[in-house]
């Protein structure tokens, strides 16, 4: 079984900026209890908006000047509002699921493998 992350992306003008605006809060309540059944939903959780986000730099490596700037690190007509993590057997497997989040539907949602510290050679 290898771990995936799902990044939900979404149109920036379609975001919610509280829980209570989530407009497909019921799609997503289905998607989690249906993933949780399976064994497949391993974690996740919402992000509030891009506009809360604070994007820190230091400058010159380790112990060096820290700059802080408000927003997110890219600025793109989409963004990213939330991570679920899903195990998987394969990589068909975890995108079958990912095709049942809702932002893949309203949005985007991207599937990246997540690193396994414990492998030797990770």
Known sequence: MALYAALLYYPADHY???????????????????????????????????????????????????????GPYAETAEVLGGVYFLEAADLDEALRWAAKIPAAWHGKVELRPVVDLDQPGA
């Open 16 to 70: 919610w900026t509280t829980p209570e605006e989530i407009v497909h809060a019921p799609e997503y309540d289905q998607f989690g209890k249906e993933a949780a059944e399976a064994g497949v939903l391993r974690g996740g959780q919402p992000l509030h908006a891009a506009t809360m986000a604070t994007t820190i730099t230091v400058a010159g490596g380790a112990g060096g000047d820290v700059v802080t700037t408000d």
